[in-house]
C-alpha cells in the first residue's frame, strides 16, 4: 500500500491517536493498555549483515531489560523487526509498519542511501524515527537539516577526521608516499577527501600515489591490491567496512602490504571478528567507532551486554549494537520526561521535543541529542595488538574522542569547519 497522509491518519485514528497539528496525542487509560510498539528496520543477510544483526541483537536486550524493570512510562515494549535492504523495498516496510503494524516509534537504519531517501517518509509519517548509523546527507552536504520527527546518526565523518588526527599522532615522520583503498560510493570518496585535506591543514608533506575504488560488493580485490603494491605505499588509508574488508586484508597479507606499509582503517570495527591475526598485523590503527566490546574502561552496563552477548550468541558486538541501544535508551527516557511533565501519556511532538538536549549514558560511553535533531556520542581508535586470548586483533593504544570534537556544528560546511577546527588537540 502506498504511503499517504491519508492512510496514516486513518491507521492512526484506529489506534486513537488525535491526528491533527498537535499529532500523537493517546489517551493515557487506552496508551497503558497497550505494548508500546518499535519497529525495527536492519540488514539481516548481505554485505551489512554483520552491523545489522549487532544492531538487532542490543535492541532486543534492551527491550528485555526495560519490560523487567515495567517497561516505557508503564508500557511494555514490543519490537516489530523487518528487513532493511533497498531504499525502495525499506520504505514500502516502514510504510506497512507504520499502517498496518500501527507502530509507535521507528529505528534502525545502516545505510546512508536508505536514510537518505526515507528522511522525507518519516517527516510524512509523523511517526517519531531514530537511525541508528544512517545520516541524511548527500555527500557531506546535509539534506534534510530541520526534520521534526527524524532523529539521525552522527556525521559519517566523525571516523575519518579521528582517524585522521591520530595517524598524524602516531605516524608523523614515519610515512610521506599515501594511498588509499575506500568503497566508491560518497562514504568512502568523503572520507579519503577529510584524510587528505587534514593531511594539508596540519602541513603534513605527503604524496598521493593511488586511489582505488572498488564498487560496494566487490569481493575480487585483486587488480585493487596489485595497484597498491605497484604504488609503494608508506601508508594506506582505507573505510572498507563490509564484508570485503577481511578478504581485502587477506590479499594484502599475501602480497606484502600488511608489513611495508602503516594502515589506517577508521571503520574497520564493523568486522572487528573476522579481521583474524593471520594477516592482521599489530600496529594498525583501527576504528571501532562507538562501541569498542574490550574497553576496560567500559561502563557496568555494557559490560553486562558484552558478557550475556558473548555467552548467548558466541561472538562479540561491533558498534551498531551501541547505535541500537543508544536509541532505545533515548527513547526511553525521552517518553518518560515528556510523560513527567505532561502528567500523562505524551504526544509524539512532546517526545520528539524531549529528546533534543537530552544526554544518555550508552553502552559506548556518553551520548546525546543536538538542536538540529543529529546525535552526539563516544568515538573509540587505537593501534591493534596479538597480545589477547582471541584469534583476532584487539586495541592496545588506544584514544576516546567526543564527536563535538570530531563533525561539523549545525550548519557549518564541513571542509571550511576543518579548516579552522580544534579537534580537541
Given at each position: 500500500?502506498?504511503?499517504?497522509?491519508?492512510?496514516?491518519?486513518?491507521?492512526?485514528?484506529?489506534?486513537?491517536?488525535?491526528?491533527t497539528?498537535?499529532?500523537?496525542?493517546?489517551?493515557?487509560?487506552?496508551?497503558?493498555?497497550?505494548?508500546?510498539?518499535?519497529g525495527v528496520?536492519?540488514?539481516?543477510?548481505?554485505?551489512?549483515?554483520?552491523?545489522?544483526?549487532?544492531?538487532?541483537?542490543?535492541?532486543?536486550?534492551?527491550?528485555?531489560?526495560m519490560?523487567?524493570?515495567?517497561?516505557?512510562?508503564?508500557?511494555?515494549?514490543?519490537?516489530?523487526?523487518?528487513?532493511?535492504t533497498?531504499?525502495?523495498d525499506?520504505?514500502?516496510?516502514f510504510?506497512?509498519?507504520?499502517?498496518?503494524?500501527?507502530?509507535?516509534?521507528?529505528?534502525?537504519?545502516?545505510?546512508t542511501?536508505?536514510a537518505l531517501?526515507?528522511?522525507?517518509?518519516?517527516?510524512?509519517?509523523?511517526?517519531?524515527?531514530?537511525?541508528?548509523?544512517?545520516?541524511?546527507?548527500?555527500?557531506?552536504?546535509?539534506?534534510?537539516?530541520?526534520?521534526?520527527?527524524?532523529?539521525?546518526?552522527?556525521?559519517?565523518?566523525?571516523?575519518?577526521?579521528?582517524?585522521?588526527?591520530?595517524?598524524?599522532?602516531?605516524?608523523?615522520?614515519?610515512?610521506?608516499?599515501?594511498?588509499?583503498?575506500?568503497?566508491?560510493?560518497?562514504?568512502?570518496?568523503?572520507?579519503?577527501?577529510?584524510?587528505?585535506?587534514?593531511?594539508?591543514?596540519?602541513n603534513?608533506?605527503?604524496?598521493l600515489?593511488?586511489?582505488?575504488w572498488?564498487?560496494?560488493?566487490?569481493?575480487?580485490?585483486?587488480?585493487?591490491?596489485?595497484?597498491?603494491?605497484?604504488?609503494?605505499?608508506?601508508?594506506?588509508?582505507?573505510?572498507?567496512?563490509?564484508?570485503?574488508?577481511?578478504?581485502?586484508?587477506?590479499?594484502?597479507?599475501?602480497?606484502?602490504?600488511?608489513?611495508?606499509?602503516?594502515?589506517?582503517?577508521?571503520?574497520?570495527?564493523?568486522?572487528?571478528?573476522a579481521?583474524?591475526k593471520?594477516?592482521?598485523?599489530?600496529?594498525?590503527?583501527?576504528?571501532?567507532?562507538t562501541?569498542?566490546?574490550?574497553?576496560?574502561?567500559?561502563?557496568a552496563?555494557?559490560k553486562?551486554f558484552?558478557?550475556?552477548?558473548?555467552?548467548?550468541h558466541?561472538?562479540?558486538?561491533?558498534w551498531?549494537?551501541?547505535?541500537?541501544?543508544?536509541?532505545?535508551?533515548?527513547?526511553?527516557?525521552?517518553?518518560?520526561?515528556a510523560?513527567?511533565?505532561?502528567g500523562?501519556?505524551?504526544?509524539?511532538?512532546?517526545?520528539?521535543?524531549?529528546m533534543?538536549?537530552?544526554?544518555?549514558?550508552?553502552?559506548g560511553?556518553?551520548?546525546g541529542?543536538?538542536?538540529?535533531?543529529?546525535?552526539?556520542?563516544?568515538?573509540?581508535?587505537?593501534?591493534?595488538?596479538?597480545?589477547?586470548?582471541?584469534?583476532?586483533?584487539?586495541?592496545?593504544?588506544?584514544?576516546?574522542?567526543?564527536?563535538?570534537?570530531?563533525?561539523?556544528?549545525?550548519?557549518?560546511?564541513?571542509?571550511?569547519?576543518?579548516?579552522?577546527?580544534?579537534?580537541?588537540?
Amino acid at each position: 500500500m502506498k504511503l499517504t497522509r491519508r492512510n496514516l491518519l486513518k491507521s492512526a485514528a484506529a489506534v486513537g491517536v488525535l491526528a491533527t497539528p498537535a499529532a500523537g496525542i493517546f489517551a493515557p487509560a487506552i496508551a497503558q493498555n497497550k505494548p508500546l510498539k518499535i519497529g525495527v528496520l536492519a540488514p539481516r543477510t548481505g554485505l551489512a549483515a554483520s552491523p545489522g544483526i549487532s544492531g538487532i541483537r542490543a535492541a532486543e536486550w534492551a527491550a528485555e531489560k526495560m519490560n523487567a524493570a515495567g517497561g516505557i512510562a508503564g508500557r511494555k515494549v514490543q519490537l516489530v523487526i523487518d528487513e532493511e535492504t533497498s531504499p525502495k523495498d525499506t520504505i514500502e516496510r516502514f510504510s506497512r509498519m507504520v499502517q498496518q503494524e500501527q507502530v509507535d516509534h521507528v529505528q534502525g537504519i545502516v545505510s546512508t542511501g536508505v536514510a537518505l531517501a526515507l528522511g522525507p517518509v518519516v517527516e510524512e509519517s509523523r511517526v517519531l524515527t531514530i537511525f541508528w548509523d544512517g545520516t541524511t546527507q548527500d555527500g557531506v552536504v546535509e539534506k534534510l537539516p530541520n526534520p521534526k520527527y527524524l532523529f539521525r546518526s552522527t556525521d559519517n565523518e566523525c571516523e575519518a577526521v579521528m582517524a585522521s588526527i591520530l595517524a598524524i599522532k602516531y605516524f608523523k615522520g614515519q610515512f610521506k608516499r599515501v594511498a588509499g583503498i575506500n568503497p566508491d560510493y560518497s562514504y568512502g570518496r568523503n572520507n579519503q577527501a577529510a584524510f587528505v585535506a587534514l593531511l594539508k591543514r596540519f602541513n603534513i608533506e605527503h604524496e598521493l600515489v593511488t586511489e582505488q575504488w572498488p564498487k560496494v560488493g566487490t569481493m575480487d580485490l585483486t587488480s585493487h591490491v596489485a595497484a597498491l603494491q605497484a604504488a609503494k605505499p608508506d601508508l594506506i588509508f582505507s573505510s572498507l567496512l563490509f564484508a570485503d574488508l577481511p578478504i581485502f586484508m587477506k590479499q594484502a597479507d599475501a602480497a606484502g602490504l600488511t608489513k611495508s606499509a602503516k594502515l589506517v582503517f577508521p571503520a574497520a570495527g564493523w568486522q572487528h571478528t573476522a579481521m583474524k591475526k593471520d594477516f592482521t598485523p599489530e600496529g594498525m590503527l583501527f576504528g571501532h567507532n562507538t562501541l569498542y566490546f574490550n574497553n576496560p574502561n567500559a561502563n557496568a552496563t555494557a559490560k553486562e551486554f558484552v558478557g550475556w552477548y558473548e555467552d548467548k550468541h558466541k561472538d562479540y558486538p561491533n558498534w551498531e549494537s551501541d547505535r541500537a541501544y543508544f536509541s532505545m535508551i533515548s527513547y526511553q527516557q525521552a517518553v518518560e520526561k515528556a510523560a513527567k511533565a505532561k502528567g500523562g501519556w505524551p504526544s509524539v511532538d512532546q517526545i520528539a521535543e524531549a529528546m533534543i538536549g537530552l544526554e544518555v549514558e550508552s553502552l559506548g560511553g556518553k551520548g546525546g541529542w543536538r538542536k538540529d535533531k543529529i546525535a552526539d556520542q563516544t568515538f573509540i581508535q587505537g593501534l591493534t595488538t596479538h597480545k589477547n586470548k582471541y584469534d583476532f586483533v584487539t586495541l592496545d593504544k588506544f584514544d576516546t574522542m567526543y564527536s563535538t570534537d570530531l563533525q561539523k556544528p549545525a550548519g557549518a560546511d564541513f571542509w571550511e569547519w576543518i579548516k579552522t577546527a580544534k579537534f580537541g588537540i
